[in-house]
């Protein structure tokens, strides 16, 4: 009986088969949202902006465009002439096209704030790392019996629950690594470099933020307080 118990125990936590359930907290303009008690007082959003639940992948969005597109490149990047060193807005370094010293997303350049309203936006890094920090992530390759993979946060503070699906990422008309890992962006740029942007990644051996490429789609987690 003690073996079968610890098979059981393995099982579930190695696929994390129906064993937890993200928390739903409230509901801001038809949108619903967690409470993580994390220390800024921020909510995250349940699921992915354009999604209808937590499991979907949603919208795939080039960073500091609102709109979903059918091929993702440096050609079609909205804020740029064509190519990795012609940027047009967000630019602090001379090389990558005309400065401005913008490095955080204006509401009108927000997937969130754009397609949810105004008490909605895209996360920034302090945001995500605040995220990351207090909660506890365990990786599922079967998010409540959906065959969906991701990573479910548990806070340390309430013990609420969010989940970040592995939505992969697309670039030209692909969609790469879904189900494996998962690209999510926020609203702030890489200080150093003007074509990236910091993403949250999230694999089955970790979940971290990272930089990708500005013109990448990669999914949007809104958040709001």
């Known amino acids: 009986m003690k ?11 190695v696929c994390h088969i129906n064993a937890f359930s993200q928390t739903v907290s409230g509901n801001y303009g038809g949108h619903n949202f967690v409470d993580l008690g994390l220390p800024s007082g921020i909510k995250w959003a349940t699921c992915n902006v354009g999604a209808n639940i937590p499991t979907e992948c949603g919208n795939y969005y080039a960073w500091g465009e609102t709109k979903q597109k059918d091929f993702y490149s440096w050609a079609t990047y909205k804020w740029c002439n064509g190519s990795r ?12 096209g005309t400065v401005d ?6 509401p009108e350049d927000d997937a969130a704030t754009v397609n949810w309203g105004n008490k909605w936006r895209m996360p920034s890094k302090e ?5 990351l ?22 806070s340390k503070k309430n013990g609420n629950t969010i989940f970040l699906p592995a939505t ?15 690209y999510y962006c926020s609203s702030t740029a890489y200080e ?12 089955n051996e970790s979940i971290d933020w990272n930089v ?11 958040v709001a307080k």
């Open 101 to 106: 010293n913008k490095t955080q997303l204006e």
């Open 133 to 154: 920090k207090n909660c506890r992530w365990v990786w599922t390759n079967n998010y409540n019996g959906t065959g969906v993979a991701g990573r479910i946060g548990t």
């Open 127 to 131: 945001n995500v790392e605040e995220l």
């Open 192 to 203: 150093n470099t003007s074509n990236i942007a910091y993403n949250i990644l999230l694999g």
């Open 168 to 182: 992969g990422y697309r670039r030209n008309t692909g969609v790469y690594y879904t189900g494996e890992c998962g």
């Open 3 to 13: 073996k079968t118990f610890a098979v059981l125990t393995l099982l579930m936590t």
């Open 212 to 222: 990708n490429n500005r013109f990448f789609g990669q999914s949007v987690r809104a």
């Open 85 to 96: 060193r012609t940027l047009t807005k967000y630019c602090t370094d001379k090389k990558h």
